[in-house]
Nanobody, 126 residues
Framework: QVRLVESGGGLVQAGDSLRLSCAAS????????MAWFRQAPGKERDFVAA????????NYADSVKGRFTISRDSAKNTQYLQMNNLKPEDTAVYYC???????????????????WGQGTQVTVSS
């Protein structure tokens, strides 16, 4: 059974940094594209960043380029999202997602991901 567990969220001030983690179990982690999405109250779940199953390709939403960095450590079955220079508009619940194995496209849509975590809240005050 696939399980994704996010951690690292919290309340920070604008300009601060946070690192989110997503620990995966029940999967051969190295076979899956991994991604982060976020959902603010009353809004749809939006793409943030994704990394290919081999780790060599990444994809970012325009709104986070230059501020956020996605990475993965297959030895620890964990992916990360380093978030720098946080803004109030980054406030949302952040979700970890995994695709089916060996997908060639590092997708930015929710429908391309088959497994989801429960989410972790990130709140950025101004």
């Amino acid at each position: 059974q696939v399980r994704l567990v996010e951690s690292g969220g919290g309340l920070v001030q604008a300009g601060d940094s946070l690192r989110l983690s997503c620990a995966a179990s029940g999967v051969t982690f190295g076979y899956f594209n991994m991604a982060w999405f976020r959902q603010a109250p009353g809004k749809e779940r939006d793409f943030v960043a994704a990394v290919s199953w081999g780790g060599g390709r990444t994809n970012y939403a325009d709104s986070v380029k230059g501020r956020f960095t996605i990475s993965r450590d297959s030895a620890k079955n964990t992916q990360y999202l380093q978030m720098n220079n946080l803004k109030p508009e980054d406030t949302a619940v952040y979700y970890c997602a995994a695709s089916s194995p060996f997908r060639t496209v590092v997708a930015n849509t929710t429908g391309e991901y088959d497994y989801w975590g429960q989410g972790t809240q990130v709140t950025v005050s101004s």
